[in-house]
C-alpha cells in the first residue's frame, strides 16, 4: 500500500521541482518578479485598490486595459523563448550539447507557440475588442459585463497553469498543437500535454464566452442611426472575427475534452491502436487552427483599416467591398484547414480542393490591400508611427502571402511539409499581420484611454527595429527552408552548412529585441513625460465615435446618445459642426463590481491543476465550488447602480474644466 | 405559443442564449463527426448491432420527448401567471428528466459490466463521451431547473425569473434535439446498420 501523502495528491511530489539550471533560472526570475509585485503593492497598501478598482470591475475599459497588461508580460516570456531557441540553433545546433537539452528544447518551442497565439494575440485581441468596441458603436458597456469579466478570468487561469508548469511539472513536449499519438499517454506519459490541454481549454472557454459577448453587443447594442453598413471597418472586422470564434471553438472544445479524457480515463480517440484514429485529431485541430489565423488576423485589419484613413485624411477606399472581403473571408476559412497537412494521403482531388480553395482566400485579402493603398493614394499622408508600422505591414504580409500561395499548391507542399520554409511563412502572417497591425492599434488608441501619446520617435525606432529585424530573421529561415532544414530542429550536422543563416537569423531576433527594448522605455518614458506629451480627446484627427468620448473615457463612456448619420460619424460631426447634442441627460445604470468573474476563473483553474496531478478530491471540491460560484453569481439581485443627472453633469463639467 | 415567447424573452439574453446553443451544438457536431468516423474502429470488440438494447433506448427517448412537452406546459401555465400550476409541470419535468438520465446510467452500467467499457475499442469511447456529454447536459439542467424552482418558490414570478425559465425552454428543447439526433445516428442507424 502506498503511504497516504502519496495518494493523496496524486502524482504530485517533490520531484515535481524543475531540476535543470535554465528553467530553475526561469522560475527564480519569474518569481522575483511577482515576489515584487506583492511587495510592491503591501509596501504601498495598494490591495484594496487593485480589488476594488480592477479585480472585481466589470468595467469594459478595465478589463481592456487587463487583458493587454497580461498579454504584453506573456509577449516578453514568449520572446525569452525565442531568444533561447535561436541561441540554441546559431551557436550550440551544429556542435553538441549547450545548456539547453533535446527535451527542454522541445518544452521551449511547444511553450513559445501555445504562449504566443493564445495569451498574447489572442490577449491582445480580446483587449482591443473590450477596449474600442462598445466606444466605437456609441454603446456604455458590453451585452453582459459579468460574463465579460468571467471571460477575462478564465483567461488569466489559463495563463497562470501555463506559467505554473516551468515551477511545478514539466510543459508539454508535443508542439503547439500537440498531435497524437505523440501526445497521447504512451508517448508522453509525464504531465506536460496535461498542462498544455488544461491552459489552452479554460482560456478557450473564455474566448468563446467572449466571441458570444461581444457579437451580442454588435448586433443589439448599436447607436441609434448605425445600420450595419454605417458600422465602423474595425467593428465589422470584429464580427468576422468573433463569428469564427464561435464556429472554431467548440470544435477546439471538444478536440481538446477528447484528448483529455484519452489521457485521464482511457479512450481510444486518438490512440494509435484499438481503433483509435490520430488523424481525426488533426483534422479537428485545424478546422479550429485554420480559421484561429483569421480570428487574429481579420481585427488587424480593422485596425488598419482604420488608421490609414485617418493618417491620410481621406475616407476608406471601397468600403462596401472592404466589408464583403471581410466576411468573405470569413466563410472561406473554414473550407481550407486540410492545408495544413497534404501530406496525409486523401488523395489528389481533395488535395486539389483545399488547394485551390487556399489560393482564392488570398483574393479577398489583396483586395483590402488594394483598398488601403488607394486609399493612400492622393491623401495627405503624415508618416507618424502608426503608419510605419502600416508601411511594414504591407510590404512583409504581402510577402508572406506571396509564399502561402506557393505553399497552397500541393505538390510543392510535399516538399515544403515540415520545413523551416513553411515556419517562416506562418511567422511572416502573424508577425507582419497580427502583431504590426495590434502594436499599430496599440499606438493608435493608447491617447483616448490615457490622455498622452507615446513618444512618436521612439515609436518609429522600435516599428523600423521590428520591421528591420523581422526581415533579417526570417528571409535566411525561408532559405534554410529551401535548403531542406526541418523545424524544430535542436541539433544538425555542421557539415550541412547551415550555422550561417542561423546566426544572422539570430542576429534579426536581437534586432527585434532591440525593438521591444525601445517599446518598453517607450512606454516608460512617455509615462514619465506624460504632461509634455498630453492629448486632446481626438488626438489624431479621428472619424469614428470613441473619438467623440472624453478622454480618459469616463466609465459610462457618453454621457448623451445622439443619433448617428453617416458611416464617419466623428468627422461627419466635425465638418457640420453639430456637436450641441439636443438629448437630455437621463440617469444612467451600470454595472456593480463582483468578485465572481475572479472566483469562478481562479476555481477553474483549481480545477485544472487537481485534474493534471490527478488529485481527484480537489476537482470534486472545485467542480462543487464552481457550480455553487455559477448559481451565486445569478441569483445576485441589484446588479447595477444608478449615476444620477447631477453626477454625470458634475463629471462633465469637471472633464471640461481640466480642458478635456 | 407565440404569446409566452415574446413574453419570455428579452432581445439580448435570448440572442445571447441562442448563439450559445449554436456553439453547443457545433461540440455536439464535433462528437458526432468523430463518432462516425470511429464507427469502425470496433477493435475486434462488439459493434453497435451487438450491445444496443433498443427497449431500453426507445423508453428513454419517449421520457425525454414528454420533458419536453411538460417544460411547454409549465411556460404556458407561466403566461398565464398560474405558478403553482407551472411548479407543478416543471416538477414533471423533473422527475422525467431522473428517469432518463437513471435509465441511461442504468445502460452505461450493464455495458461496462460487459466488459464494453469506453476503454476497450474506439467505437465504445464515441458513444460513450457523446451520449455520455447529452447526459451531462441534462444533469446540468436539471441542477439548473431545480434552482429555477426554488427561486420561482421563494422570490416568486419576476422579469429575471421569467426570462431564465424562458431560456431554460430553449436550453430543454435543444437537448430534446440532440437526442433525436443520437437516437437516430446512433441508435437506430447503429442496429439497422
Redesign the interface.
Known sequence: MKGWGIDMWGRLSLEALPHDIVTIGGVVGGGLAVLAGVAALTYFKKWGWLWREWITSLDHKKIGIMYMIVAVVMLLRGFADTLMLRAQQAVFGAGDGGPISADLFQQVFSAHGTIMIFFVAMGILFGALNLIVPLQIGARDV??PLLNSISFWLFVAGMMLMNLSLAIGEFSTAGWLAYPPLSGLEYSPGTGVDYWLWSIQIAGIGS?LS???F??TI???RRKGMTLMKMPIFTWSVVGSMALV??A???L???L??LT??RT?????F?S?????PM?YVN?IWAWGHPEVYILVLPAFGVFSEIVPVFSRKKLFGYKSMVMALMAITVLSFTVWLHHFFTMGAGANVNAFFGIMTMIIGIPTGVKVFNWIFTMYKGKVSFTSPMIWFMGFVVTFTLGGLTGVLLSVPGIDFQMHNSLFLVAHFHNMIIGGVVFGLFAGITYWWPKFTGFYLHEKLGKIAALCWIVGFLVAFVPIYILGLMGAARRLDSYDPSLGWQGLFVVAAVGVLIIGLGVVVQVAQVAYSIWKRKELRAPHDAWGGRTLEWYAHTPVPEYNFAVLDTVKSRDEFWQMKQENRFRSKSTLLPIELPKNTSAGFLIGMTAGLIGFAVIWHIWWLVVIGVIAV?GLV?WA??REETEFELSVGEILRHEKSMKRAGL | MKQAAVKFTN???S??FW??L??????F???F??YI??L????GGPGPKDIFQMPLVLTETLILLTSSFTVGLAMIALSKKNIKQAIWWLAATYILGVAFLTIELFEFGVLVSEGHS?????????F??LVGTHGLHILIGL?WLL?MVI?LLRRGLNSKSSR?LGLFAMYWHFLDLVWIFIFTIVYLMGVAS
Open positions: 451585452a453582459f468563446l466571441g458570444i459577448n457579437l451580442v448586433f443589439t447594442m464561435l464556429w471553438f467548440p470544435i472544445t471538444a478536440t475534452a477528447m479524457l484519452d480515463i482511457g479512450t481510444n480517440f490512440t491502436d484499438l481503433g483509435g484514429n481525426m479537428l457550480v448559481i445569478n441569483l | 432581445y439580448k439574453s440572442l445571447g448563439i450559445y449554436m456553439t453547443d451544438c457545433l461540440i457536431a464535433s462528437l463527426a468523430t468516423v470511429l469502425p474502429g470496433t477493435a469506453w476503454q476497450a475499442s474506439a467505437f465504445l469511447s464515441a460513450f463521451v441542477i434552482v427561486v431564465q
